[in-house]
C-alpha cells in the first residue's frame, strides 16, 4: 500500500500524545486524522475512512472499549490497535476479545510503533487477495475456513472471527500437524519480528477456541504445545 494513500485515525484525549503519534506517522507519510472523544469515532470512520485506528482506553467520554466494541458492531475490519499505558492482563486481555487486533503500551518506541503499523496495513492488503489453496477452501470436519472469502463455518454456521482471528485461525490450518512456535507465528501472522508480550498471542488463541471448538476446554482443533508454541491437529475431511 502506498504511503501516501494510506490513512491513519488517532484516539487519544491527550493532545501531547496525539501530536507525537501524528509526527511519528506523518514521517512515513501517512495522512492523519484525530479524534479526542469516543463519540466521534464512528462518524470520523464513515468521512476519513481511515486504513488503520489506533486507540487509546482511556477517553474523556466512552472508554476505548466501547469505542472498539462500536467499530466492530458497526461492521468495519480495519485493524484497531490499542496505544494505552494500562498494562495490566485483564486490560490486555479485554481490549482483545473485544476486536482489536493489536495492544501496545505507553510509552511506545516511535520505530516499533511503525513496524506494528506497516505489519497491519501488509496484512490487510493481502487478506484481500489471499487464497491459501486452489479454491481457497480448508475443511476439517465440521470446520470449513475459506481463505479466499474470508469465512468461517462451523456445523454450518458461520463464525465470527475479527481480523487477526482469522489469519491465524488460518495460518494454524494451512499448517496442519506442524508444531508451529510462538516466534514463528508472531513473525508469519503479526507479519513484524518486534517482541510482543505472550498473552498477545495467547488471548487470540482462547477466543479462537471458543469460537471453534465444541469443548474450548478441551481442543481438539488448536493444541498447545508446552514451551514452544502451538499444533493444529485438525484431520482434513
Given at each position: 500500500m502506498d504511503a501516501q494513500q494510506v490513512r491513519v485515525l488517532v484516539v487519544d484525549d491527550d493532545t501531547l500524545i496525539r501530536k507525537a503519534v501524528r509526527l511519528t506517522c506523518e514521517?512515513?507519510?501517512?495522512?492523519?486524522?484525530?479524534?479526542?472523544?469516543?463519540?466521534?469515532?464512528?462518524?470520523?470512520?464513515?468521512?476519513?475512512?481511515?486504513?488503520?485506528?489506533?486507540?487509546?482506553?482511556?477517553?474523556?467520554?466512552?472508554?476505548?472499549?466501547?469505542?472498539?466494541?462500536?467499530?466492530?458492531?458497526?461492521g468495519h475490519r480495519m485493524p484497531v490497535v490499542i496505544l494505552s499505558a494500562k498494562n495490566e492482563e485483564i486490560d490486555v486481555v479485554l481490549g482483545l476479545e473485544i476486536g482489536a487486533d493489536d495492544y501496545i503500551n505507553k510509552p511506545f518506541r516511535p520505530r516499533e510503533l511503525l513496524a506494528r503499523i506497516a505489519a497491519h496495513l501488509r496484512k490487510a492488503k493481502e487478506a484481500r487477495t489471499d487464497s491459501r489453496t486452489p479454491d481457497g477452501r480448508l475443511v476439517f470436519r465440521d470446520l470449513v475456513i475459506d481463505t479466499a472469502e474470508r469465512r468461517v463455518t462451523r456445523d454450518n454456521e458461520d463464525v465470527i472471527l475479527t481480523h487477526t482471528e482469522f489469519d491465524l485461525l488460518a495460518y494454524l490450518a494451512t499448517n496442519a500437524g506442524k508444531v508451529l512456535s510462538r516466534e514463528r507465528i508472531l513473525s508469519s501472522v503479526w507479519g513484524y519480528e518486534h517482541p510482543i508480550e505472550t498473552r498477545v498471542i495467547d488471548v487470540h488463541v482462547r477466543n479462537l477456541r471458543r469460537k471453534i471448538e465444541p469443548d474450548p476446554a478441551q481442543p481438539r482443533y488448536i493444541l498447545a504445545v508446552p514451551g514452544i508454541g502451538y499444533r493444529f491437529a485438525g484431520v482434513k475431511a
Amino acid at each position: 500500500m502506498d504511503a501516501q494513500q494510506v490513512r491513519v485515525l488517532v484516539v487519544d484525549d491527550d493532545t501531547l500524545i496525539r501530536k507525537a503519534v501524528r509526527l511519528t506517522c506523518e514521517s512515513e507519510g501517512y495522512v492523519v486524522q484525530e479524534a479526542e472523544r469516543g463519540a466521534d469515532v464512528l462518524d470520523g470512520i464513515n468521512r476519513f475512512h481511515p486504513d488503520i485506528v489506533l486507540l487509546d482506553l482511556m477517553l474523556p467520554d466512552l472508554s476505548g472499549f466501547d469505542v472498539c466494541r462500536e467499530i466492530r458492531h458497526a461492521g468495519h475490519r480495519m485493524p484497531v490497535v490499542i496505544l494505552s499505558a494500562k498494562n495490566e492482563e485483564i486490560d490486555v486481555v479485554l481490549g482483545l476479545e473485544i476486536g482489536a487486533d493489536d495492544y501496545i503500551n505507553k510509552p511506545f518506541r516511535p520505530r516499533e510503533l511503525l513496524a506494528r503499523i506497516a505489519a497491519h496495513l501488509r496484512k490487510a492488503k493481502e487478506a484481500r487477495t489471499d487464497s491459501r489453496t486452489p479454491d481457497g477452501r480448508l475443511v476439517f470436519r465440521d470446520l470449513v475456513i475459506d481463505t479466499a472469502e474470508r469465512r468461517v463455518t462451523r456445523d454450518n454456521e458461520d463464525v465470527i472471527l475479527t481480523h487477526t482471528e482469522f489469519d491465524l485461525l488460518a495460518y494454524l490450518a494451512t499448517n496442519a500437524g506442524k508444531v508451529l512456535s510462538r516466534e514463528r507465528i508472531l513473525s508469519s501472522v503479526w507479519g513484524y519480528e518486534h517482541p510482543i508480550e505472550t498473552r498477545v498471542i495467547d488471548v487470540h488463541v482462547r477466543n479462537l477456541r471458543r469460537k471453534i471448538e465444541p469443548d474450548p476446554a478441551q481442543p481438539r482443533y488448536i493444541l498447545a504445545v508446552p514451551g514452544i508454541g502451538y499444533r493444529f491437529a485438525g484431520v482434513k475431511a
